[in-house]
């Protein structure tokens, strides 16, 4: 079983509506969650973390966790064509080291 | 404040050819890792340090791949000899004393 896993995409999604993303992950102790968001040919960076079970927003961005469910998602409201990239779940895994998924591509439709 | 800096950006080698990357991290950063990313997946964890001590290289293939960061600041990823499947971007990342990860450019290898 991979340690973190996400919907594979790619996502197409139309300018102004809301990008959903989903990831799960093996580790029932992990306690850090983070999304990158990666441009073709560019470095993964850091858009939103979250270490605690419910919603956290960050402007047109929001994280969701559920730990019971093993469960964390990105939603992007009113995506811009500027959000088209691949996104990128990590988790910490063995209480330091950051594991990652293999990423969703999202297209933003103009 | 100056980003992660990688060299080279871009390697083309043969196969069974040795190939060396070097990493700066921002000024003041204890943690440095290095990362494997392949075309289409997320990047692998190859080697994390803290300061010049190896805290987890369990996913370094160590009879080809190498690293060192001598003095705690730099650090460079040795591949000897280089394999087809070794073509991947190669990401350093270092941290300071808050959680978030800040990666550099990366170097492109293409192992011919």
């Known amino acids: 079983q991979k340690e973190v896993e996400q919907n594979s995409g790619p996502l197409s999604v139309p300018e102004g509506a809301i990008a959903s993303l989903n990831c799960t992950y093996s580790d029932r102790g992990s306690q850090s969650f983070f999304w990158y968001r990666q441009y073709s040919g560019k470095s993964p960076e850091l858009i939103m973390f979250?270490?605690?079970?419910g919603d956290k927003e960050d402007g047109r961005f929001t994280a969701q966790l559920n730990k019971a469910s093993q469960y964390v998602s990105l939603l992007i409201r009113d995506s811009q064509p500027s959000d088209s990239a691949t996104y990128l779940c990590a988790v910490t895994f063995m209480g330091y080291k950051l594991s990652f998924g293999a990423g969703t591509t999202v297209t933003v439709r103009a | 404040e100056a980003g992660v800096a990688q060299s080279p950006r871009y390697k083309i080698i043969e196969k069974r050819q040795s190939v060396a990357f070097w990493c700066n991290p921002i000024s003041g950063h204890a943690t440095l890792y290095w990362y494997q990313q392949i075309l289409g997946q997320g990047p692998k964890l190859l080697i994390q340090f803290q300061n010049n001590g190896v805290v987890d290289d369990s996913q370094l293939p160590k009879d080809r791949f190498s690293a060192e960061r001598l003095k705690g600041v730099d650090s460079t990823l040795k591949i000897q000899p280089a394999k087809l499947e070794d073509s991947a971007v190669y990401l350093c990342?270092?941290?300071?004393?808050?959680?978030?990860?800040?990666f550099g450019p990366g170097t492109r290898l293409t192992v011919l």
């Open positions: 990342a270092s941290k300071g004393g808050r959680f978030e990860q800040f």
């Open positions: 979250i270490y605690s079970n």
